[in-house]
């Protein structure tokens, strides 16, 4: 099947300080990724969608200039959290689109846990 | 927007008895996909079955099965004879051709119960 990484797991930094995470999928090429933002015991809210070669498209309320993502290839999209501060605290989530039949597919990725003193 | 509602927060079930999830959708396209997603204890999301609106015939995966009641924009999920790794967050998401993107209910925590 599809699978999709992220990396790191778990990162822990200093307020204002930026953090970047990747997430790659590793057999296949996606043609979109997309980020999403996890608060404990709460539902996915989706952050943005990432083409590859063209900018992000964030949702309402989404920081862009906060929540830097770049698709340079195919296979691998980038977040950067940056100047972060503890609100920004969260379990961050990427999935990979893989053109299937008449919608795409998304696999997701196993997460990263983002803490920010 | 379409908007996804899961009403129950949490289901307790007994292991080998069937729990049923509850979800309502919002949506004035005719064209769209559902699905039920697992989020075990890890925070890997796993799909655990999917419904294409144009097909009236219920999706089945195994123990899972859903009702899907177009008209009434309701699709629920049933687990039959549940087992303890069933327990997870259930989340019910929606996908739709003009969006483009997956849109969450609120989700289910599923207790089993040995």
């Known amino acids: 099947g599809a699978v999709v990484s992220q990396h790191p797991s778990w990162v822990i930094c200093k307020s204002g300080t930026s953090v970047k995470i990747e997430c790659r999928s590793l057999d296949f090429q996606a043609t979109t990724m997309f980020w999403y933002r996890q608060f404990p015991k709460q539902s996915l809210m989706l952050m943005a969608t990432?083409?590859?070669?063209?900018?992000?498209?964030?949702e309402q309320g989404v920081e862009k200039d906060k929540f830097l993502i770049n698709h340079a290839s195919l296979t691998l999209s980038t977040l950067t959290v940056t100047s972060a501060h503890p609100e920004d605290s969260s379990f961050y989530i990427c999935?990979?689109?893989?053109?299937?039949?008449?919608?795409?597919?998304?696999?997701f990725g196993p997460g990263t846990r983002l803490t920010v003193l | 927007a379409q908007t996804v509602t899961q009403s129950q927060p949490e289901m307790s079930v007994q292991e080998a008895e069937t729990v049923t999830l509850s979800c309502t959708y919002d949506t004035s396209e005719s064209d769209y996909y559902l699905f039920w997603y697992k989020q075990p204890p890890s925070r890997q999301m796993i799909l655990v079955i999917r419904q294409e609106a144009y097909k009236q015939q219920n999706a089945t995966e195994n123990r899972f099965s859903v009702n899907f009641q177009k008209a009434a924009k309701s699709f629920s999920l049933k687990i039959s004879d549940s087992q303890l790794g069933d327990a997870a967050m259930y989340f019910c998401a929606y996908f739709g051709a003009a969006g483009n993107k997956l849109t969450f209910g609120g989700g289910t925590r599923v207790l089993v119960k040995p």
């Open positions: 990432s083409n590859e070669g063209s900018k992000a498209t964030y």
């Open positions: 999935s990979a689109t893989l053109p299937t039949f008449s919608y795409n597919e998304q696999f």
